[in-house]
């Protein structure tokens, strides 16, 4: 049976002036899968990840984000949710209004989203923090809510952008099982990390150089491939930054 | 629009949220009202004035009982000499000094010409050209009484009388004149600082990252930073207008509907202008001083404390695209002079070209921008 | 002390790459000077005024030239009737009528007195009382006039004035000193609060406290450049005043710098403490601006003088360094006054200066002692 396709890339290019971000990118990501996206800073990772969630448009190449084209930007965010990598809800509101907040973005109603509250605190084991204000919250909590809330309104795609930095081993376990039970869920997760033990985690891998993927497969395959016993050490191997000092 | 619902939400909730917040936009303009509005007049209350006698005569002295018994004047010291009498202008101990030569009595009774000297300090034009046209005056009083006391008959000594009048503020109350002013002030720092750094915060915090990969139009976006603003804005003058109101006994001869369209329409410029700074500023603190700078620059040149009529032409001109010079205006015309809708339609319509010719640029250089 | 030296070095450059806020910092004084020297005036010149003349004689006619030479009126209309005059007053051009009765003259040769009124536009009230005062003055100067013609024996008093230290009467004498005041109190205590605020929003004030550098160190670096641009404001409004105004440094140039100096150290040390007392930067300008500029701006002398105020006033003001600077600033640069008159108000604002230092010490030395936030 064929896997349905919630993201095709191919050809994309992305271009500033004459420098090329993102050269002929060609990859599919499957529904329910977790995405992983690898690559040193500057590799061309944000840019296309800003394409994906329709907050820029490709200089060439066809993009298909949950059915939509990335030439309609505005129809895609409907149906994606998004973590960023600076802070994303608000430390003057408390749980429940953020929760409030980026449901009623996303086009619930009242009605939908007081019940789901409820059960998502339940499930986190958060409902007394119900009424706290975000800034009072510890980092790693923060988080956490951060990429619920990101999920809240059950999107086809997150898109998750370095979602784990700065947060403890024990609270990126318990990240990544929220990740995991999102998956099972048939929500697809793309996730971009520098944490290369994460990328473990994933169900396939990519990993960018200098705007061109280098490498696409599943994690062992890709050990197997290049003869490497951590996904930490091939990267090294395939991905050598731009200027080397002597 | 059940996005822009949930967003003002948020908004008024971040509002209510800071204490502080709070109380800029209910003390402010209380405390606003009840200090400020008594304290900026330039009537003058009494002038200090010292009396140098060098006469000593029933006639020096008469004068001098005269100069006492004004409200005007208060006497407040005797120099010795021209050199004390001097310092006192440099100390600011007097703003005003009378010089009676020696031979005063002896000019009236006409044996040589009356001389009197004024010293003023003139830091202060106003007040010197005040004081010295109401020292005048008693002067001639006391002129045409020795006068007559000499024999003259009345009907001989010429002269002119006259009382002003004053229209639409018979007592020349400056609060009349400066609450309206102040009100404006109030409505500017709250359309134009607050809401443009709380627009700008958000794209200094990176939330604003957030709000853009969601569905959430532009258009929403900044209906839902300006809003709460305009709201509170209108909210603000109506509290504002209620103390002057009981506080102060400032009339209102035109009509509360007109006015607070006027308001609603000058808001809406503000609010364009504070989008349009936000677009200038990558941090709060730039936006600081750019809001800042032309605030000054707006306000003072609006006609608040002087009139707009005696400025200069190339002053004038400035106005024609000053939100604030419309607003003063227009708030006088309409609270003091009872002026209706045709008095003020010209600059009524001029006020809502600025307000819509803001908004347009602000919205572009906002597409510009993202 | 090279430590110091280079963090005064980055907060230097900070504030210099910052192009916005440095085009600002400097056209905000030139502003100023430029409105309060030229646009908001308290002087009058060709106001417009109206004339009703009932008479049509030739005193009325004399008047009525009188009053068009002079530099403050100009006749913007010749009313016919009574009725006109609110009409011409809501119109707006109009700040006052003069109503010259019918029989004017025959009055004036019969009883020898005869009055002339005067209704003027109240809902300006400062060009009212200045357009009546001179308007009075005008009339009072022709009763003078027509006393001498009677009979040159008869002793009529002229009084002679000298108007000291501003000849020309004009009112940027005034204000303009003041703008030194203003423009110091918002370089040096809001921005200074807002940055120091700024650090610790977001939380690189700690990442200061942990280095080698002691607090006072940090609180001086970061200082330091508003102290900098200060002065060279303080220079560029004098030189501006002088070449745009020939308003001149009448007193001791040393003397001015140096209050100038106490002043802006004093603006500074009061913006460290309100930072020393808010959180977050919105309360930081809410604090400076509502709660520094405002009554700097309405209360302090500079443009209303307290002397007019109700009582009560004249005491509160004294709480506010900047109404003791407005009258060291006008004293000294207006009227040359030397130290020996300006020592009561110097000395109080060192005071106030010593006194915003001490408790910003010992303010940030609490938070210091129990960590932060």
Not at chain 2, 344 to 356: F, K
Not at chain 3, 135 to 151: C, G, V
């Amino acid at each position: 049976m064929e896997r349905e396709k919630v993201i095709e890339v191919e050809g994309l290019v992305k271009k500033f002036g004459s420098f090329v971000a993102n050269d002929h990118l060609t990859f599919d990501v499957f529904r329910g899968e977790i995405f992983g996206f690898l690559g040193a800073n500057g590799a061309g990772k944000t840019t296309a990840i800003r394409i994906l969630c329709g907050l820029s448009r490709p200089t060439s190449g066809k993009v298909i984000v949950a059915g939509i084209d990335a030439n309609r930007p505005e129809e895609i965010k409907k149906r994606i949710g998004y973590m960023s990598q600076r802070f994303s809800l608000y430390d003057d509101l408390t749980v429940r209004e953020n929760i409030e907040l980026y449901g009623g973005i996303y086009g619930m109603t009242m009605k939908e989203i007081r019940p789901r509250t409820e059960e998502l605190l339940n499930r986190l084991i958060f409902s007394q923090y119900g009424n706290t204000l975000i800034g009072s919250l510890p980092l790693g909590i923060k988080q956490k809510l951060a990429f619920a809330v990101a999920v809240f309104h059950d999107p086809e795609i997150v898109f998750l952008d370095e979602p784990t930095s700065g947060v403890d081993p024990i609270t990126r376990r318990q990240f990544w099982e929220m990740i995991y039970e999102t998956a099972a869920r048939d929500i697809t997760v793309f996730v971009t990390t520098h944490y290369m033990d994460e990328a473990e985690y994933c169900d396939r891998v990519t990993i960018m150089n200098e705007g061109r993927i280098v490498a696409l497969d599943t994690p062992s395959a890709l050990r197997e491939k290049y003869d490497s016993s951590s996904i930490e050490e091939l990267f090294v191997k395939i991905a050598r930054p731009k200027t080397e000092t002597a | 629009m059940r996005r822009l619902w949930f967003l003002l939400k948020k908004e008024f909730r971040q509002i209510v949220r800071n204490p502080f917040m709070l109380r800029a936009i209910i003390m402010v303009p209380l405390l606003q009202m009840l200090l400020l509005v008594p304290a900026v007049t330039f009537q003058i209350k009494s002038l200090d004035l010292a009396v140098m006698d060098n006469d000593h005569s029933p006639a020096s002295r008469e004068l001098l009982a005269k100069l006492s018994g004004s409200s005007f004047f208060t006497v407040t010291s005797t120099p010795a000499d021209y050199k004390q009498a001097e310092k006192l202008l440099y100390s600011g101990d007097a703003d005003i000094v009378l010089i009676i030569p020696d031979d005063f009595s002896e000019g009236l009774a006409g044996v040589t010409t009356p001389r009197l000297q004024v010293l003023a300090d003139a830091v202060n034009a106003t007040n010197a050209m005040l004081g010295w046209s109401y020292l005048t005056s008693i002067v001639f009083d006391f002129n045409r009484d020795i006068l007559i006391n000499q024999g003259m008959t009345p009907s001989a000594i010429k002269g002119i009388s006259t009382s002003p009048r004053f229209w639409y503020n018979p007592t020349l109350n400056y609060k009349y004149y400066m609450l309206p002013g102040i009100l404006v002030i109030l409505i500017i720092a709250i359309g134009l600082m607050l809401s443009g750094l709380n627009l700008v915060k958000e794209m200094e915090i990176g939330t604003l990252e957030q709000i853009n990969v969601t569905p959430i139009k532009r258009w929403e976006l900044i209906a839902s930073k300006v809003i709460p603003f305009f709201i509170l804005g209108l909210f603000d003058l109506a509290l504002g207008l209620s103390v002057g109101w009981i506080a102060f006994n400032i009339p209102f001869e035109g009509s509360l509907l007109l006015f607070f369209a006027c308001s609603a329409i000058f808001l809406v410029a503000v609010l364009g202008l504070a989008l349009f700074f936000s677009t200038m500023a990558s941090n709060r603190q730039q936006y600081l001083f750019v809001a800042f700078f032309f605030t000054m620059v707006f306000v003072l040149m609006s006609g608040i404390f002087t009139p707009s009529e005696s400025m200069p032409q190339w002053a004038q001109q400035f106005n024609l695209v000053n939100p604030v010079a419309y607003m003063i205006r227009i708030n006088r015309m309409v609270m003091l002079k009872g002026s209706g809708f045709y008095d003020i339609a010209r600059d009524m319509a001029a006020l809502s070209l600025l307000a819509v010719a803001f908004i347009s640029f602000a919205i572009m250089a906002y597409r510009k921008r993202a | 002390m090279k430590r110091f030296l280079a963090f005064v070095k980055k907060e230097f450059l900070h504030i210099f790459r910052d192009y916005r806020t440095l085009i600002i910092l400097f056209a905000l004084p030139a502003a100023q000077i430029l409105i309060f020297g030229y646009a908001v005036r308290t002087d009058i010149t060709n106001a417009g005024i109206a004339i009703l003349d009932n008479a049509h004689d030739e005193v009325s006619s004399e008047l009525a030239l009188k009053l068009e030479a002079s530099e403050f009126f100009t006749i913007k209309a010749y009313l016919t009737s009574y009725d006109e005059i609110d009409a011409a007053f809501k119109k707006g051009k109009i700040e006052e009528v003069v109503i010259f009765p019918e029989d004017l003259a025959a009055r004036l040769q019969r009883e020898g007195n005869a009055t002339v009124s005067i209704i003027a536009d109240g809902s300006e009230p400062n060009t009212a009382s200045l357009v009546t005062g001179y308007t009075t003055a005008i009339l009072n100067d022709y009763s003078a006039s027509l006393l001498q013609r009677l009979n040159t024996s008869t002793p009529v008093i002229n009084p002679e004035v000298r108007m000291y230290f501003n000849p020309n009467l004009k009112s940027h004498f005034m204000f303009v000193p003041g703008v030194i005041t203003l423009i110091l109190i918002l370089v040096c205590a809001l921005m200074t609060s807002v940055t120091i605020v700024r650090e610790k929003e977001f939380g690189t004030m700690e990442v200061l406290l942990v280095s080698p550098l002691k607090p006072w160190q940090i609180i001086v670096g970061k200082v330091a450049p508003y102290f900098f641009l200060s002065l060279i404001n303080v220079i560029v409004i004098l030189l501006m005043a002088w070449f745009v105004f020939g308003l001149p440094v009448r007193g001791s140039i040393a003397l001015l710098i140096a209050e100038c100096m106490l002043y802006i150290l004093m603006a500074l040390s009061l913006g460290i403490l309100i930072s020393t007392l808010v959180n977050k930067m919105e309360n930081a300008i809410i604090v400076s601006f509502i709660g520094l500029m405002l009554p700097t701006l309405l209360l302090s002398g500079f443009i209303f003088p307290i002397e007019n105020m109700p009582k009560g006033y004249d005491y509160f003001s004294m709480i506010l360094p900047a109404r003791w600077f407005v009258e060291i600033i006008r004293s000294v640069m207006i009227k040359g006054a030397g130290f020996v008159y300006v020592w009561k108000e110097t000395l109080i604002l060192a005071v106030m200066t010593l006194f915003f230092i001490v408790l910003s010490a010992r303010k940030f030395k609490v938070r210091l002692e129990e960590g932060s936030k």
